[in-house]
Nanobody, 121 residues
Framework: QVQLVESGGGLVQPGGSLRLSCAAS????????MGWYRQAPGKQRQLVATITSGGSANYADSVKGRFTISRDNAKNTVYLQMNSLKPEDTAVYYC???????????????WGQGTQVTVSS
């Protein structure tokens, strides 16, 4: 079993910053890509940013230049630094990781429970 636990969400004013963290634990042999997705009320879940095990990052156009994804492979943790936040960034943010639990076993997608980010004055 693999668990992803997010932290760092909250209420912030427009223009402010937040840092999300997501730690993976449990039966982990290796972790491939990790990422952040978000879902606003009444909308579909959308990709925010992903990062490979080697550190290559990919971002949604709407967050490029404002958000930075990073990871600490030794801690099985992925981060999302969010700067210059806008009201339209308000959503529940979900962590995702592709995890292999033992040698020879493929990677399966796991999700965190989500953390609320609200950008409002």
């Amino acid at each position: 079993q693999v668990q992803l636990v997010e932290s760092g969400g909250g209420l912030v004013q427009p223009g402010g910053s937040l840092r999300l963290s997501c730690a993976a634990s449990g039966s982990i042999f290796s972790i491939g890509a990790m990422g952040w997705y978000r879902q606003a009320p009444g909308k579909q879940r959308q990709l925010v940013a992903t990062i490979t095990s080697g550190g290559s990052a990919n971002y949604a156009d709407s967050v490029k230049g404002r958000f930075t994804i990073s990871r600490d492979n030794a801690k099985n943790t992925v981060y999302l630094q969010m700067n210059s936040l806008k009201p339209e960034d308000t959503a529940v943010y979900y962590c995702n990781a592709a995890v292999s639990s033992r040698p020879g076993l493929g990677h399966f997608d796991y999700w965190g429970q989500g953390t609320q980010v609200t950008v409002s004055s």
